[in-house]
């Protein structure tokens, strides 16, 4: 679908792309549902907290060097500047550079609900600027902004002239999307409007955008492209507004996630012709591999990627193949984002684990380029297949998949989720940083983790017989999908 | 009217659910956007009996938005009541209902035979911030849960103090305190934090008195709950830190509660042995290494602002530079909350401001003369100007970064030593 970059609000997930929050079945029905265009997806009438996507696209904006973010709202809205200042310090200092971005609120209270604060939000804007001359300006708004009207596209444009930086207006009211990762593609949407600028004339480049989320692995992806005569710009942790400027001029875009990527990506290839690379992300072999070739044939770099690929092939498969013999047999269940569940589940299959549930906490029918997000398809072509949720981080129903079926690991990317496994005796594996499972070493690594977690399971234990779960004995023996409806 | 807040020290109403969630076996039902919960929270100790993932939540959409979500939080309501086994049910609702129009509090009365308590507390995030949204939960618990007692258990104490969570040692306050009163042969009644809960909730009428020991969050409980239930309370404004504040709480706390004198005394004997063994032993310490200076500054919310500024000035002889006190003191709270920071020993007064701007507060920590290191206790973001000023610094109020504490705390003798333990921990780290 066309990207519209002229208008400051992104399509929700739900209506672009006809992601779904709700479904109980098995991946085979979800796939071929969504293929045929039959998938519908369902609504809860109970439903526990899950996430806001102003917090996923803020976020990433403000892990971008030196930029203002202006959450207009009540305080609660813009509680996340004090852990984006955190991160945007500590996240600068480890790559031995220096971020002044700042993340400030409005403090909106009762009576700006009632007559508006447009006003107090120009002097905000203004008075940052002042403070703090940021290279790029976000504004943002709230659930109750939203809801009562407030007009920050036209004061965007009122001070654009008067800031003499770049100014987005960021529409994230929490309540339009029920996929939090609506917000990924919110700001994508920002940088694309603001500050993405058309190529320059006789520009060339080796550059490679790389989307991911706090860079850990990106000395050693810096090494390996070294290999390959490309040089990764990593997106938005660290990033500077003038690195932004130029995505349109890369070779390539590439994606560490494909939930986090695919707006970005689709779009720079829609609109400035940089080709996005389409595969299976990096977890695993199979995956490393396919991601690899992938990026050699949209470059032209096959052959210096496959000498890497035999290279290192000869290193760590040996050592992998060695480990596997202590994860055969295993079960896990899985929760994460869509970008991770079908991609794991793919790795755990390689390394011989038996995957007996994934819940996907949404689900993205299609991608922007009208096809079947590309992890789903290799499950599909592959022939695996496994019971599936889609399940909106509903911790509940996690707890009763876990209780009914008593894997040998609970595997999950979201804060607060491991905990609840654990307390339920489920070994539990956070697989928090996005290159947990990134290429060759860090799928060994992986891969010994998981024979570490369930070696020692003391923690499980001490903490599951001492704690009382919060469930009550009547929902585990509920059905997981007593509380979806069909939606109408 | 709205601001710029530039360096945010505080959450919204809603981030009462920390209030609720510190009451044992208490639920937040929230009726709210989908991410609220999880913004509002933090993992300092947030995965106990219940987590935020844990909270039922409308999860109100756009479609809600325009017809209204009481539908959905009726049976959000009555499905949390099946699904999760609490003592009590608190319903908070955040912006949207209450911009909407939702009418939360008949819905959440059509559950008034449930066999669970369900109240409710309106706690949109545009009333105002996490300190008065604590003081709505407890407002709720009178108000639609508690009936006023004929019977008084004699000697018993409600113990009222911060806002659970917003304030990291908040357990450990909370212990402390109901030490020290136990210690004047009283019994202390709290309902935050372990082995409390719903039945010291029930206990609460039979109190003699309440004792609020805050510089304001929760005085108006305190009014309410005279006029309701018929309670008395002492409002002590200074979080007792170290000897000299801790005996002087000790004995208005005695003499309000009509504890023999003497026996008063003796309590305070026994610890002051002690504390001045500790500060004795560690006065070379204190007088002789080259980088705790004689100035300080607090950039913490009104009750540490007061409460260490108390403490580093009347038990460490420090001398208070300007005060910071960041969360939104009230403007009729503001004047008496001064007043305490000008009744310090020696006839020293501490210039305090009411900001929440921190750019200001920064502005003014850089251009004041020190005449020397600054010692800086404050929140995460003074860490950073501290190191450029080459000062010492101590992150104790939020946000916290720099420390994880379980059930640590800053009040009485004990808590003071902890300070200064913490304090020293900084400043040994460097030789000049």
Not at chain 1, 155 to 164: F, L
Not at chain 1, 224 to 248: A, G, I, R, W
Not at chain 1, 273 to 280: D, K
Not at chain 2, 257 to 275: F, L, M, P, S, T
């Amino acid at each position: 679908m066309a990207i519209n970059t002229s208008n400051s609000n992104v399509a929700t997930r739900e209506n672009r792309i006809g992601s779904i929050t709700g479904y109980v079945g098995t991946l085979k029905d979800l796939a071929s549902k969504s293929e045929c265009g039959t998938l519908k997806g369902c609504a809860r009438c109970f439903s526990q907290s899950s996430t806001c996507l102003s917090m996923c696209g803020l976020s990433q904006l403000a892990g971008i060097r030196d930029v203002a973010i202006i959450h207009h709202g009540p305080a609660g809205c813009s509680v996340t500047s004090a852990g984006s200042y955190y991160m945007s310090r500590v996240m600068a200092k480890k790559r031995g550079v220096t971020s002044s971005t700042v993340y400030v609120g409005t403090d909106m209270n009762e009576n700006d609900t009632i007559f508006g604060s447009t006003a107090t939000l120009r002097e905000v804007i203004l008075e940052v600027n002042k403070r703090y001359s940021p290279k790029a300006i976000f504004v943002s708004s709230s659930c109750a902004t939203g809801i009562i009207g407030e007009d920050i596209d036209s004061i965007v444009d009122d001070v654009r002239e008067e800031v003499g930086v770049p100014i987005v207006a960021v529409h994230c009211e929490g309540f339009k999307s029920r996929i939090w990762a609506t917000g990924f593609d919110i700001s994508d949407h920002a940088v694309l409007q603001g500050i993405v600028q058309p190529p320059r004339e006789g520009v060339k480049t080796n550059k490679i955008n790389f989307k991911n989320f706090f860079e850990s692995a990106r000395p050693e992806i810096i090494e390996m492209f070294k290999q390959f005569d490309l040089d990764p710009v990593f997106l938005y942790c660290n990033s500077t507004v003038e690195e932004l400027s130029h995505l349109s001029e890369s070779i390539a875009t590439t994606c560490i996630c494909g939930t986090l990527g695919n707006y970005l990506g689709n779009a720079l290839e829609e609109q400035y012709g940089v080709p996005y690379v389409r595969s299976i992300n990096q977890c695993g072999i199979v995956g490393f591999e396919t991601w690899l070739r992938e990026i050699g044939k949209v470059t032209g770099r096959s052959e210096k990627i496959e000498k890497y690929i035999e290279e290192q092939r000869a290193i760590y498969i040996p050592q992998i193949e060695e480990i596997k013999k202590e994860l055969k047999g295993l079960t896990a269940v899985l929760g994460m984002g869509p970008g991770y569940t079908f991609e794991v589940s793919r790795v755990l299959d390689e390394l011989g684990i038996k995957v007996v549930w994934a819940l996907a906490w949404h689900y993205d029918k299609k991608y922007e380029d009208g096809n079947v997000p590309p992890s789903m398809k290799y499950l599909l072509d592959n022939d695996i297949d496994f019971e599936a949720s889609v399940a909106d981080q509903q911790n509940y129903e996690v707890m009763n998949i876990l209780n009914k079926y008593k894997p040998d690991m609970y595997l999950s990317r979201h804060p607060g989720s491991t905990v609840w496994a654990i307390k339920n005796g489920t070994p539990a594996i956070y697989v928090a940083d996005e290159y947990m499972i990134f290429g060759y070493k860090h799928t060994l690594e992986f891969a010994k983790t998981i024979v570490d977690a369930i070696k020692n399971r003391s923690f499980e234990e001490n903490l599951a017989k001492r704690s009382k779960l919060p469930y009550t004995d009547w929902w585990y023996k509920q059905n997981v999908d007593t509380f979806l409806e069909e939606v109408k | 009217m709205a601001k710029l807040l530039d360096k945010q020290r505080y959450k919204c109403a809603l981030g009462a659910m920390q209030s609720v969630q510190a009451i044992t076996r208490a639920l937040p039902i929230l009726h709210s956007g989908p991410g609220c919960a999880q913004k509002l929270s933090e993992s300092i100790g947030s995965s106990g009996y219940f987590s935020p993932n844990i909270f039922p939540c409308t999860s109100i959409n756009e479609k809600d938005v325009v017809f209204g979500g009481v539908k959905k939080l009726n049976s959000t309501i009555e499905n949390a009541l099946k699904v999760v086994d609490a003592d009590l049910y608190v319903v908070l609702t955040g912006c949207i209902p209450e911009i909407v129009g939702d009418d939360s509090g008949e819905v959440v009365s059509r559950f008034e035979d449930s066999d669970k308590p369900v109240i409710y507390a309106p706690t949109a995030g545009f009333k105002g911030n996490n300190y008065k949204g604590h003081e709505q939960v407890v407002d709720a618990i009178v108000e639609q849960y508690l009936k006023k007692s004929e019977k008084k258990q004699k000697g018993l104490v409600n113990i009222w103090a911060d806002v659970p969570y917003q304030d990291l040692f908040w357990l450990g306050n909370l212990r402390e305190l109901e030490k020290l009163v136990s210690e004047l042969g009283l019994i202390p009644n709290t309902i935050f934090g372990y082995n409390r809960g719903i039945e010291n909730i029930n206990k609460i009428p039979e109190a003699e008195f309440n004792l609020l020991v805050s510089p304001w969050v929760g005085l108006n409980n305190m009014k309410k709950m005279e006029r309701k239930l018929g309670i008395p309370y002492l409002h002590y404004k200074t979080l007792p830190i170290g000897a000299t504040e801790t005996g002087k709480f000790l004995r208005e706390v005695g003499k309000f509660a009509g504890v023999d004198e003497q026996k008063v005394e003796n309590v305070i004997k026994e610890h002051e042995d002690y504390y001045y063994y500790l500060i004795e032993r560690y006065a070379d310490l204190f007088l002789e290494n080259r980088v705790i200076n004689k100035q300080f500054t607090l950039v913490a919310d009104a009750q540490y602002a007061l409460g260490i500024t108390k403490f580093l000035a009347n038990d460490l002889g420090l001398v208070p530079a300007k005060q910071f006190v960041v969360d939104d003191t009230p403007k009729n709270r503001r004047e008496e909350i001064t007043a305490e920071f000008k009744n310090l020993n020696f006839g020293l007064e501490a210039e305090v401001s009411f900001e929440t701007d921190g750019y200001k507060i920064h502005e003014e920590i850089k251009n004041h003369d020190y005449h020397g290191y600054p010692l800086i206790l404050g929140g995460y973001y003074e860490k950073e100007l501290t190191e450029s000023l080459k000062g010492n610094f101590l992150n104790i109020s939020y946000p916290v970064q720099d420390k994880v504490v379980l059930d640590d705390s800053y009040v009485g003798y004990t808590g003071g030593i902890r300070l200064i333990e913490d304090i020293y921990t900084v400043a040994v780290q460097r030789f000049n």
